[in-house]
């Protein structure tokens, strides 16, 4: 690089995606969030591994519930990405965005729902045993977090409804929506350690 | 060629003034984001942990001086060799290197700022939240006593019911928070804000070596968080991860934690090994030998670091497969650590030595870092390990290790950079008379550890009886001690005396290669008048090395004065490519740092309404935090000549 290309150079300010700084310092989070989940998984898969008796105990947890709740979250994905690619068609009219929003606002809150009637069907508590407690703080650390996404997706929605995205270069619902899709991402680790490991092994 | 940031005209300079300069009053304290008081900040808070961890240690030496004493009552040892151990790692050994990246990486890869200016302030005031949580029940005689390492089932309710434990556990995740915060901000400060030019084959070693670190943090420090945790519910809902009797697992606990533990032991020492690697050169007045080398035995060190946590395990009874994997992994460390003590004694051996103080300390430190080395190798080996373990061998190793490889560094990098956070050089005559005794005390103390512990002195014991023979080595070591304590002593006063009356430094008083040298002492709030362009490793050194072809620019570039801006560049090449716009004073990072603390504070408590003003509050704050601003994107040239 010369000088005579900087001369030349006109720039963005701000910039957009990986052109910005958000971006990146949501994929940082995203990267420590993921390997948190890879940890706790480990414990999970120790504990399971040392146990003496069988693991889990009451054989493979049920897929009634589980499985639909998993379609769910996929869907949500899928219609978020759906919202904010027409977004971007629409020339921020924003109709298709605002609609897509909040029907994974929904979703999301229906996965919550469902999680919490799955909770309580359970035989076990918590301080039962080290799987009750591993599968609680595993599936409750998803929890957590889909709580978490549902809340920053809220306020963008806010936000949008209020029209303070007019113009270009926010960041803030692309972070939103890049965040939804880790915690949908993480579910369906969780839900292949959880639910169909033990059918295999 | 020294005063190169004068030349643009002053009332460009008094608009870029008036621009970045921090408030005045209350305000301005509390909201600043520069850089460079932040990073001054880290290095005065955590040296104030290190005199507290200090005297901690000082105490404890007095108890071990003679065999039977009984200066402290064992809950008292515990409590003070664990709180040691937490303040030296946790509060002093980190949070100093990030003092110094903090305060140094702007300035070495032209930029205004880091990445993210509030995350940078947030991740301080998280630190010193969650230093003050972590010494909070020390007053009341329930400090953290399992050690720093709090292994179970020592560790849990059982065993341990005071809040003790659960500061411990609580205060590792709330620091966490901060480690994490402040390293995704060097991760992405290195990727996007650096000069034209500045691409990855001319970065400061120092750099390299806090990427690393970075990185390696945000994948190393939930490891430990997550261990934290299950042990908080362990002893608080009943769970049972480490409990045996609902089929925990004790083992899983050492996992977990040396899964952390030993690539954060790297994250203390690459950093400081980059002081060493970036101010050793100018005192040797030539370029570091082998800075490709180097570069690549840093990362390369990292990422072997995450394969070795087992050999912190050796003794409870791992499969041998495991055993022999684990210790081979560990004796490889040894060679990228070789290749960095190899280049430092290089560019000695073929450089013209100027023997100024950070000098001295920095080839000291070369030599406390082969014994270290050397002992750690040792380590390794398991046939060794299983009669070492558990001794004042392994403790002599990891002090060699600990205060050779960064007590040193920091030592002598306080000395030669201090000249550019304060505008005046510290005392040549004080800091040899600091140095000396630093060395003498330090070796004194630790060297003969060696012997206590080959002779089968057990660590974390509070006495030890007459007829076990180690008298006489732990009174040499207590003495030691004191001597080493009175250097640092002596350092501070260096400190304190050169701040009121040390000679004027100006830009660069060394003579040293590196950008941070190019800006007045101390720099301006806007660091540079214009964005540089790079062209070299070595940029103010151009004029004398033969090999470098292109000059780098520092008086033309992007001036960049319509707001607080600086440029973003590509993340390999550093091609410009985006002006970033930074944010300015706000209380925001201090208000969420309250907000956490009072979140944790909550948890200790398990009060459920404290727990949920504290979690409303973060919520209130971030959606603060990330409120979208008015400010269109728009495109314009912006250069000055």
């Known amino acids: 690089m010369n000088e005579a290309t900087i001369a030349r150079q006109s720039l963005p300010v701000r910039g957009t995606g990986r052109v910005g700084t958000a971006w990146w310092g949501m994929l940082c989070l995203i ?135 007019r113009g270009q270069g926010y960041e803030q619902p692309r972070l939103a929506v890049l965040y939804w899709h880790f915690v949908d991402a993480v579910w369906l680790v969780v839900f292949a350690v959880i639910y169909l490991l033990p059918r295999i092994g | 060629m020294a005063t190169k940031a004068e030349h643009l005209p002053q009332a460009e300079r008094a608009k870029l003034d008036r621009t970045w300069e921090t408030a005045p009053g209350l ?30 240690a000082l105490v404890i030496r007095i108890q071990l001086a003679q065999p039977d004493l009984h200066v402290l009552t064992p809950e008292q040892y515990n409590q003070l060799f664990s709180m040691h151990g937490v303040t030296m790692i946790f509060l002093y050994a980190l949070p100093v290197l990030s003092g110094f990246s903090n305060y140094l990486w702007p300035l070495m890869l032209g930029a205004r700022d880091m990445a993210f200016p509030r995350l940078n302030a947030l991740s301080y005031w998280l630190f010193v939240c969650a230093g003050l949580f972590l010494y909070a029940s020390f007053p009341f005689g329930a400090a953290p006593d ?66 690393t670190a970075s990185v390696a943090n945000l994948f190393a420090v939930p490891a430990v968080s997550l261990a934290c945790a299950e042990l908080w519910l362990d002893r608080n809902a009943g769970a049972h991860f480490f409990e045996v009797s609902g089929g925990g697992q004790p083992l899983l606990w050492q996992h977990l934690f040396w899964m952390f533990g030993h690539p954060w032991v790297y994250a203390l020492v690459l950093p400081s090994m980059g002081i060493v690697s970036d101010a050793l050169p100018t005192f040797c007045r030539r370029p570091l030998v082998g800075y490709t080398a180097v570069a690549i035995a840093t990362v390369s060190t990292m990422i072997v670091g995450f394969g070795v946590w087992v050999h912190h395990m050796f003794a409870t009874g791992i499969p041998v497969l495991a055993l022999s994997y684990f210790s081979a992994a560990s004796f490889v460390i040894a060679i990228p650590s070789a290749i960095a003590v190899f280049s430092w004694i290089a560019t000695i051996w073929t450089g013209r030595p100027v023997f100024k103080v950070p000098f001295l300390y920095f080839s000291s430190f070369i030599l406390m870092f082969v014994i270290g080395g050397v002992s750690g190798v040792m380590t390794a080996s398991v046939a060794l390990d299983w009669q070492l373990t558990d001794t004042y061998f392994v403790v002599a190793h990891l002090h060699y290790v600990l205060i050779g490889i960064n007590l040193f560094p920091v030592l002598g990098g306080i000395h030669y950079w201090f000249p550019k956070m304060t505008g005046r050089m510290m005392d040549e005559r004080l800091g040899k008379w600091a140095f000396w005794l630093v060395l003498i005390g330090f070796n004194l103390a630790f060297f003969p550890m060696h012997f206590t512990g080959l002779m089968g002195m057990p660590r ?53 290669p590196t950008l941070e040298w190019s800006v007045p002492s101390p720099p301006p709030p806007y660091n540079f008048g214009v964005i540089p362009l790079i062209a070299s490793r070595h940029p103010l050194w151009e004029d004398r090395l033969e090999d470098i072809e292109d000059a780098s620019v520092l008086e033309r570039g992007f001036l960049l004065d319509e707001d607080r801006e600086t440029l973003g ?27 956490i603390s009072l979140l944790f504070g909550g948890l200790f408590a398990k009060s459920i309404w404290l727990g949920g003003a504290g979690t409303l509050a973060v919520l209130v704050v971030l959606t603060l935090w990330f409120r979208p601003r008015a400010e269109p994107l728009q495109e314009r040239p912006a250069l000055y000549e």
Not at chain 1, 85 to 112: K, N, P
Not at chain 2, 180 to 201: E, H, I, K, Q
């Open chain 2, 27 to 56: 305000f301005g304290w509390v909201g600043t984001v520069d850089h460079k008081v932040i990073g001054i900040r880290y290095l005065v808070t955590s040296f104030v942990f290190l005199l507290l961890g200090g005297i901690e």
């Open chain 1, 31 to 165: 990267a420590t969030e993921a390997i948190l989940f890879v940890y706790l998984i480990f414990s999970y898969l120790y504990l399971g591994a040392q146990s003496p008796g069988s693991w889990p105990p009451d054989g493979p947890p049920a897929l009634r519930l589980a499985l639909p709740d998993t379609c769910i979250l996929l869907l949500s994905s899928a219609v978020l990405e759906w919202g904010k690619r027409m977004h971007r068609r629409e020339h921020r009219r924003g109709t298709a965005w605002i609609v897509g929003l909040a029907l994974t606002i929904l979703l999301g809150a229906a996965f919550v729902g469902i999680q919490g009637v799955e909770w309580s069907r359970k035989s076990f508590a918590f301080s039962d045993d080290s799987y009750s407690c591993a599968y609680f703080t595993l599936t409750g650390l998803h929890l957590l977090h889909v709580v978490a996404g549902l809340i920053a997706l809220s306020v963008v929605l806010a936000w949008s409804l209020a029209g303070r995205f």
């Open chain 2, 569 to 595: 560049v590509t993340p390999l090449d550093a091609e410009p490519d985006v002006i970033l716009k930074m944010p300015g004073d706000t209380i925001l990072p201090f208000a969420l740092a309250l907000s």
């Open chain 2, 146 to 211: 399992g050690g720093w390492f709090n292994y179970v089932p020592n560790a849990a309710r059982t065993y341990d019911p005071g809040p003790n434990i659960d500061i411990f556990a609580l205060g590792l995740i709330f620091l966490g928070i901060s480690t994490t915060v402040g390293s995704a901000n060097f991760v992405v400060t290195l990727l996007r804000c650096r000069a034209p030019g500045m691409s990855v084959n001319r970065l400061p070693i120092i750099v390299w070596g806090t990427f």
């Open chain 2, 460 to 512: 974390r014991v509070y006495t030890y009886p007459a007829e076990m023979g180690v008298g006489g080595l732990n009174l040499t070591t207590t003495i030691g001690a004191f001597v080493l304590a009175l250097g640092i002593l002596l350092f501070l006063t260096n400190v304190a005396r050169s701040l009121a009356r040390g000679a004027d430094a100006g830009p660069n008083p060394w003579d040293a």
